[in-house]
């Protein structure tokens, strides 16, 4: 593992494409920086509500109803700040912040721009804990995934093994697994287990935590996604290691190896590469999964772009959903590859 | 040595990299909104009125706060401000204001509407969400007085004449509805009974029927009168208000743990309270722009 | 030390596959030191009783014995004589076995292809391990390869890399099961000449093979291999000049003429 890092990471075996690459990104990355330097002030766009707008935020202040929401969102670039009142008549202003300018974002461009910047930042969950958007979506696949991963190894290496009863209560799990819908497993974690058990989920957290529901949810989710995720993860590391020819376990017998350490040592480092490719079509299937956790409350990138349709009645809202989850897949291809590449050195 | 500088450049470009994926500056503070959402505690010295209400015997998830489950996400009862995170509307406002006559903090827990009578007393004290009071649902749980009066209302796209008098008029029509709600129910039994022929077209957000209403996918929305109040009141020149059935009006309530009966007494003490000075109607007025009748 | 009499000797080992029998009840004698070729036409059983040797096919009845201690024991009847595990590893351990098809470790340099079971099966010193492979690797003439990936290797320089992990592990009877049959006719003389060195060496050799000139040359044994059954054996110049079987005469020619 530790020389797999340094390999990635040794820029002497880089190829002249993979630099050019990097020195693309940097460029950009140092233009974000530059231009979000030079981006107004929070305290700049609050100061330009209207003065109507002014004694409405005012007039709150004293009341214990409040009316006006501002929002304020700050996005790498540009920034939007808006003041909203609710209700039936509806009142409100919009701004957008670039390059030490806040403009008018109530029609036309300014508007799209602006609902652009406050729709992405309001899926990538910025502002808010991890349990939100886009963060939510990453860290549930990527932590499923893995457990995934694991678990399907343990299920594959049992189902292949010798031991029938081992080998029968492996492919049983994987058979339920694979055998019925993940939003009703979904179901079953979040809802007939603690009723069956009698506890529920957010007491795993501190009373008084306005967050347990959600952590308590995320943790069900979790266990959901990865006993999920390992059944199909099982296949695929079974499928990879019966491609592993005959003659390698024969060499390995004939050495004295042991069959543990046959499978350890010989067998699955030979098939990791034969797996990547199939993970990373189940971990992109797991990403787009990941919206399903709508069900029990989590608000993923899909949840989040649904609701904003609902309340803004406005479609498009699912520009900068597909954008980030082009990016989320773009960038863990790229891992998948590199780790692919990583393992087919010797051939 | 070399390889630990390139090691830690790495981690400093991947470290940028993922903050340009997460696409955030820095984390802003919670709008201003949003503070007094949760605080909202007497904090105008309103411990006296707190006083009024004997909280003995109540049971609440944690102390002193009322969790609300809420199925944030239909306007005009409960929605997100447009920061994302507020949750603002008629539910809200009755509700929070419960919570603060009653001396409690509020927590709004958003929630999906399936299985959200199961989280009571689990994930949440109550449910303010607009719930229909139902025989059904009384069997499990407890209901406060309803807090709104709600009739299932015919909405045809505007420049549509059709005379709707009553459901029967919708035969031979394709109809949207929201998912398992009253109207779903509603418009099912007249179907199911074989009282009018009409084509059901069930959707998950009661936005996806207005949608498919502007696009002719559907000749009509059956929707609950408050939700049609709402989208008239934004969209006046879309929509036509076709039928409102007077005769059957059904009531929103808050739905509470089967054995909390102490919380259900105290809210129904509030509400009544509310009703008497004024609050529930001016709240009405301000989110659908019409004086309840 | 040797109080053995053979080296390994095998009683009346069968295997059936189903109803077809593979091998018929055979009974060989290896003295220490001895080469012996074994030789016949294909599907006659050749490789699967030297597979059987090691345990890589299961028999279905007979013994062996691996200098002079019982090794593996299964009656017809299916009843197998237990032996203690140590001991059978132990024995397993004095055959090293070369494959037709090399079976090196793809994902493993040279190196680490042969230092592997000494290591991870004798647990011996990592370093006196790498020094006793290059060693090896010299002596096989590929001590510059050592930090390739096999894949990166012509045949024959695999099969030579084959030996010598089979070596690293210091059997006292190496097992060839055809190993120069995958290769290119101009590989196989450096992989023969190892041999050769190898059996000079005073090395037991059980060498499955076509290579009639090897066998000629090297041999202090010829079995020839037909149908399950050992027909013939003898010195080379019987085998080859004198045979008596029509069965081995018909072989020869055949392979001969060609």
Known sequence: MKSFLKGLINVKNWKKKTKVTWIIVLVVIAVCIVLSALKPSEADMKAMASEEMQAMIKADEGSSRKRVTVTYNSLIIVNYCSFSTSGAKEVTEKYVGFVGHAFQADEGFGKFAGQMVNYTYRMLGCGENLLHGAKLTLLLTTLSTAIGVVLGTLLALGKISKNKVLSKVCGGYIFFFRGTPLLIQLFVIYYSVPAIFGFAWRDLFAVGDTQAVYKGAFIAALIAYGLNSGAYCAEIVRAAIQSIEKGQHEAAKALGLSYSKTMRLIIIPQSVRRMVPPLCNEFIMMIKDASMVFAISLMDITTISKNIMTSEISYIVFLPALIIYLIITAFFTWIFNAIEKKFSLYE | MKKMTKIVALIGAAVMCASVIAGCGNKTEAPAAQEPQENQTAENGETTEASKYDLSGIKLISDGVLSVGEEVGYPPFEDFAEDGVTPIGYDVDIITEVAKRLGLEVNIVNTAWDGIFAGIDNNYDVVCSACTITEERKESMLFSEPYIANYQAVILKAGNDKKIESFNDLDGMTVAVQKETTSDELISDYKSTGTIDVEIVANEKILSCFTQLDNGEVDAVVVDSTVADGYLAKNPDAYVYAYKDDSEAEYFGIAIGKENTALKAVIDEVLADMEADGFIADTYSYWFGVTEE | ?258
């Open chain 3, 1 to 258: 030390m040797d109080n053995f009499e053979y080296i390994l000797e095998t009683e009346h080992v069968s295997k059936n596959f189903g109803s077809l029998s593979v091998l018929k009840d055979i009974n060989l004698k290896v003295k220490k030191g001895e080469v012996i070729c074994i030789i016949g036409p294909s599907g006659a059983g050749k490789s699967t009783y030297l597979r059987s040797l090691n345990q890589l096919e299961k028999i279905s009845s007979g013994k062996i014995f691996i200098k002079g201690d019982l090794f593996l024991h299964r009656e017809k009847d299916h009843t197998v004589e237990r032996i203690d595990k140590k001991t059978q590893q132990k024995l397993l351990l004095e055959m090293g076995m070369c494959f037709q098809r090399f079976n090196l470790f793809p994902h493993k340099t040279v190196l680490e292809n042969i230092c592997l079971a000494p290591i991870e099966v004798k647990h011996e010193d990592k370093e006196t391990v790498k020094k006793e492979a290059m060693e090896l690797l010299k002596k096989v003439g590929l001590a510059e390869k050592a930090n390739e990936f096999p894949n990166r290797l012509s045949g024959g320089q695999q099969q030579r890399v084959a030996i010598a992990r089979a070596l690293a592990m210091k059997p006292e009877i190496m097992l060839f099961d055809e190993p120069t049959s995958a290769l290119d006719p101009e590989l196989v003389g450096d992989v023969l000449q190892v041999m050769k060195d190898l059996a000079n060496d005073g090395m037991t050799m059980l060498v499955v093979t076509h290579e009639m000139g090897f066998a000629k040359e090297v041999a202090d044994r010829v079995l020839f291999m037909a149908d399950g059954i050992i027909a013939e054996e003898g010195t080379p110049d019987h085998i080859f000049n004198h045979p008596e079987n029509p069965r081995t005469q018909s072989f020869l020619r055949s392979i001969l003429n060609v």
